[in-house]
T-cell receptor, first 112, second 113 residues
């Protein structure tokens, strides 16, 4: 079964600073990968998804970007953080062709 | 695209009572319906799922029912315990179309001892 690793677990950043959250997958190849954000109100907002290396689809226009430099690596970035970027970021993986999503432990970002 | 509505947003019950969370979906092509449980500060984890060729599925104290005609599905938790307190998410997905599940907004279940 696949395991999703995320880091850092907690991050406090000033407004205008850059961001890099990393997600790696263990136990499967060629997974579909997702970045979700949970702001106050607990809904899961899909930010980006990827079906393969270099293939990124964005669900909502925003201050963030994603990259997939390797099959099992998915990175969420920002050049300049906004206060509204604060939230709980979850990476999820899905074995290609399967249904179940497996989530990472999450990264809690606070922008001050 | 798919749209999933989930109700209620908050549910408060006494320990030992039953809890029911309901979801509706819009895309008749959806045929896979998972439920995830997210404890405070933790990751969502799959607790039960159902496919469209099944009307009901049980796993100990939890059960999920599906009404394809009405396009709604529900999570039932019996004999609730304080450790059932969490946010529960329903989702819908079509295996024939988009592989991306669409989530409901979540239900915060609080079980009072």
């Amino acid at each position: 079964s696949q395991t999703i690793h995320q880091w850092p677990a907690t991050l406090v950043q000033p407004v205008g600073s850059p961001l890099s959250l990393e997600c790696t997958v263990e136990g499967t190849s060629n997974p579909n990968l997702y970045w979700y954000r949970q702001a106050a109100g607990r809904g899961l907002q899909l930010l980006f998804y990827s079906v393969g290396i270099g293939q990124i689809s964005s669900e909502v226009p925003q201050n963030l970007s994603a990259s997939r430099p390797q099959d099992r690596q998915f990175i969420l970035s920002s050049k300049k953080l906004l206060l509204s970027d604060s939230g709980f970021y979850l990476c999820a993986g899905q074995v290609s062709g399967a249904n179940v999503l497996t989530f990472g432990a999450g990264s809690r970002l606070t922008v001050l | 695209g798919e749209n999933v509505e989930q109700h209620p947003s908050t549910l408060s019950v006494q320990e030992g009572d039953s809890a029911v969370i309901k979801c509706t979906y819009s895309d008749s092509a959806s045929n896979y319906f998972p439920w995830y449980k997210q404890e405070l500060g933790k990751r969502p984890q799959l607790i039960i799922d159902i496919r469209s060729n099944v009307g009901e599925k049980k796993d100990q104290r939890i059960a999920v029912t599906l009404n394809k005609t009405a396009k709604h599905f529900s999570l039932h938790i019996t004999e609730t315990q304080p450790e059932d307190s969490a946010v529960y998410f329903c989702a819908a997905k079509s295996t024939g179309g988009s592989y991306i599940p669409t989530f409901g907004r979540g239900t915060s279940l609080i079980v009072h001892p």
